[in-house]
């Protein structure tokens, strides 16, 4: 089994028992959506060129791959009846008016890296967090052009598994401590500030001496972190809590770290802003990266 029982994770176990449902049956019913969500965004990927781009209020660009995935994944999830509220980065302001009046909640993004998406970079992801009181207890992120879901449930575990094989496919995920004879393997995106990342990772070479940046797209990154294939992602640079909230509780259930500048764990649907604090996700949790790193001004 890639992942172990544990009473630790109290609001997602009074979560369980108040639904009477078991987090294998939760787990297995999530992974069929998100195969099916997955194979929906190679076939738009397949047809990417033909789709009509939009711009956003924020600017960000919109596809008829991002509307479909939401409204594909708010219908399989409130089929699920559990009963719980979806935040989406595609939601109508009116769906989640009165958002921080719920204890609990699905974030959601249908399509993080829609950008990566259009320019066919393969790095794209669908992300799914379920957060309870403030904190995300699950993350789900699947990479649909590798056909691989990556979970995890904080205290219970973390596993990577293959598109429409289910949890017999599952293969235990664990953060690796970094090793002194090597250099530190640091996460960035190209679209990130070169002035912050610079500064980080000055930061980090004063502290660990040799450091190779690594640059990857959308919550991949996570993927990387959680697999100990790279030792930390410093995210100073805007995004929303739906880009985050998965990955957040997949580095920590597979053994890592993933605070904001200051150490404080990352809260969800906690303020009025939807923008995400900046944060750092660390493979090895013996690692204070807080503690070393400082939030760059520029």
């Not at 950008?115 to 992300?127: C, L, S, V």
């Not at 150490?263 to 503690?291: M, T, V």
Request: with cysteine; aromatic share 6%.
């Amino acid at each position: 089994m890639w992942w172990h029982q544990s009473n630790n994770n109290e609001s997602l176990r009074a979560f369980l028992e108040e639904r009477e449902v078991g987090l294998t049956t939760l787990i297995t019913s999530l992974l069929t959506i998100v195969d099916e969500a997955a194979t929906v965004a190679r076939g738009f990927y397949e047809k990417v060129d033909e789709l009509e781009v939009v711009r956003k209020g924020d600017a960000t660009p919109l596809t008829d791959a991002d509307t479909a995935l939401h409204e594909l994944l708010c219908e399989r999830l409130d089929a699920l009846m559990l009963g719980i509220p979806i935040l989406s980065e595609e939601s109508e302001g009116a769906d989640i008016a009165d958002r921080l009046n719920w204890p609990t909640c699905w974030v959601v993004d249908p399509l993080d890296g829609t950008k990566e998406f259009i320019e066919k970079t393969d790095q794209f992801t669908i992300n799914i967090a379920l957060v309870c009181d403030g904190v995300a207890e699950l993350g789900l992120i699947s990479i649909p052009c590798r056909r691989e879901h990556w979970l995890g449930v904080v205290h219970n575990g973390a596993a990577v598994f293959t598109e429409g094989e289910g949890l017999v496919s599952g293969a235990v995920v664990k953060t690796q401590n970094r090793k002194d004879n090597q250099p530190l393997v640091m996460l960035a995106s190209h679209r990130h500030s070169p002035k912050r990342v610079q500064a980080l990772t000055d930061s980090l070479s004063s502290h660990f001496g040799d450091v190779v940046r690594r640059n990857s797209g959308s919550a991949v990154k996570f993927c990387d972190v959680a697999a100990g294939s790279a030792d930390v992602y410093p995210r100073t640079s805007a995004c929303s809590e739906w880009d985050v909230a998965a990955g957040d509780a997949l580095v920590r259930a597979a053994g890592g770290r993933v605070t904001k500048f200051n150490g404080d764990p990352i809260k969800y649907n906690q303020r009025p802003s939807l923008l995400a604090e900046s944060f750092i996700a660390g493979g090895d949790s013996h690692i204070d990266y807080a503690a070393i790193l400082r939030e760059p001004s520029a």
